[in-house]
């Protein structure tokens, strides 16, 4: 594990396995309260290369050059709040801010 409390920045070069491991290597920056932090996916082009089968058919489902977790590609791909794309997988309700 990494303990350094004052970690301002985390670049992830190439996509992990999984949103879990990404959200895990993204939580270690900004661990003092008072750091304004942030994480850095670098994602690779193949992940939104699509492939075409090669004998296509209606029913055929996309496919990528680089497969990705679900998760992770919907939390890659989202144009909406990825808070909750995360608090979904990780089955956290949803986030109001009342």
Same mark, same amino acid.
């Given at each position: 594990?990494? #303990?350094i409390?004052?970690? =301002?920045? *985390?670049v992830?070069?190439? *996509? ?8 895990? +290597?993204?939580?270690?920056?900004? +661990?003092?309260?008072?750091?304004a ?17 090669? #004998?296509?058919?209606?029913? #055929? ?6 497969? *990705? =977790? !679900?998760?992770? +590609? !919907?939390?890659?791909?989202? =144009? #909406?709040?990825? +808070?909750? *794309? ?13």
């Amino acid at each position: 594990g990494c #303990d350094i409390p004052h970690i =301002e920045q *985390v670049v992830q070069f190439m *996509v992990p396995a999984s949103l879990s491991i990404w959200m895990q +290597r993204a939580g270690r920056a900004g +661990r003092r309260f008072l750091i304004a932090a942030r994480a850095i996916l670098l994602v690779q082009p193949s992940v939104f290369k699509e492939v075409k089968p090669k #004998d296509p058919t209606p029913n #055929d489902n996309i496919t990528f050059q680089k497969s *990705v =977790e !679900t998760a992770l +590609r !919907t939390w890659i791909e989202t =144009e #909406d709040c990825r +808070r909750d *794309v995360a608090d979904e997988y990780f089955d956290n309700g949803t986030y109001s801010p009342n």
